[in-house]
């Protein structure tokens, strides 16, 4: 694997596990953002279960890449259903939320070219 697919999987390796403990903890400011876009408890956990379950693919993806490819594909599409939860709770219209809304956009970019590189490097 490249330097380059080994350093961008351990910077979403880091962001995911600390995003997915998190939530997994059901942390009461990320328990009440989650909840203000319509996701519940037991579904804010499931989410940080699979965040730091991709978390931990994407750093044995280092000796399987297979693992990483498949970890950060599906942090991708789970980054996709976030975008689709916060444009439905019109976070982006909201200069109050827009961070919170922006969060998972530049967090699916950075696992999208996670894939890519990883995909395209041997």
Known sequence: ?????????ALVALVFLLAGTQKALLRPQVSANMLR???????TR??????????LGLVA???????????????TLLLLGAVG???????FSRRQHRSHAAAPVVLALLTSATTIVLLTTS
Request: a positive charge; proline letters at 4%; glycine letters at 12%.
């Open 85 to 91: 939860y916060h444009l439905r709770a019109r976070d």
């Open 37 to 43: 876009i319509g996701v519940g408890p037991a579904m």
């Open 61 to 75: 993806g280092v000796w399987a890449r297979p693992l990483a490819v498949a970890s950060a594909g599906g942090l």
């Open 1 to 9: 694997m490249s330097v380059t697919a080994i350093v961008l999987s």
């Open 46 to 55: 499931s989410i940080g279960l699979l965040e730091i379950a991709a978390s």
